[in-house]
């Protein structure tokens, strides 16, 4: 299989030279709350997952993920290149998908909550999340993103040969002006947090 379109490369470089001016996706937006990869990282072939927003934008931030970590030595395939862009997402349609495609991680990023003055927080899930260890069918409902809202993205890697969580994190981006900048702003965060700790081969 061909390696992910680079083209979005370009937007997602401008985004970051932006986001740096103003600081919308510092250090300080990221929460690391699971680092366990000794001796499961780098992985060298990933299944990118987003659960975050409806599909089009899943589908996008798939799109975006993946070409942003994929190089000579690792390539990210989006989920819904493999599955169609209307996914279902459980521990056997996944377990099939790896076995298929022989990846050995997954990174699937899923929205937490957004909070609003009159917003009600969105589907939250708690820090015991474990997607090896239940099928968590709220997930497949599709979601909004709110513009003007506070949102909390968790980002997870598995190990999928351990069937392991071995990284994850909590991403936040503040006073969201559209739904586009949160897809590119989070993809540039996510991305770089992923490349920076050693998660992929480079």
């Known amino acids: 299989m061909q390696k992910p379109n680079r083209v979005n490369l370009l ?10 001016a103003c600081g919308t996706t510092s250090g ?7 680092h366990d990869i ?12 987003s659960l975050a927003g409806d599909l089009p934008t899943r589908a996008q931030f798939e ?13 990210a395939t989006p989920y819904y290149t493999v599955v169609g862009r209307q996914p279902q997402l ?11 495609r022989d990846f050995d991680a997954i990174i699937l990023t899923r929205m937490q909550g957004q909070e609003r003055a009159g917003l009600a927080v969105n589907r ?24 003007g809202s506070t949102v909390s993205f968790i980002v997870e890697v598995y190990d999928a040969r351990a069937e392991k969580k071995v990284w ?19 993809a ?3 991305s770089a947090e992923i490349l920076k700790d050693g998660l992929v081969r480079q």
């Open 124 to 147: 939250p899930t708690g820090g015991l999340f474990d997607w090896y260890g239940y099928d968590y069918e709220e997930l497949n409902i599709p979601t909004s993103i709110k513009t």
């Open 188 to 190: 540039v965060a996510i």
């Open 168 to 186: 994850a994190i909590e991403s936040l981006i503040f006073d969201s002006k559209t739904v586009a900048s949160v897809v590119s702003e989070q």
């Open 11 to 20: 937007s997602l470089f401008a985004v970051m030279a932006m986001a740096g």
């Open 38 to 49: 000794e001796g499961a990282a780098p992985f060298g072939n990933l299944l990118v997952i």
């Open 63 to 75: 799109q975006a993920v993946a070409a942003a970590i994929s190089g000579d030595e690792a390539l």
């Open 90 to 100: 459980t521990r056997n349609i996944l377990s099939n998908v790896v076995r298929a």
């Open 28 to 34: 300080g937006n990221i929460i690391k709350t699971v």
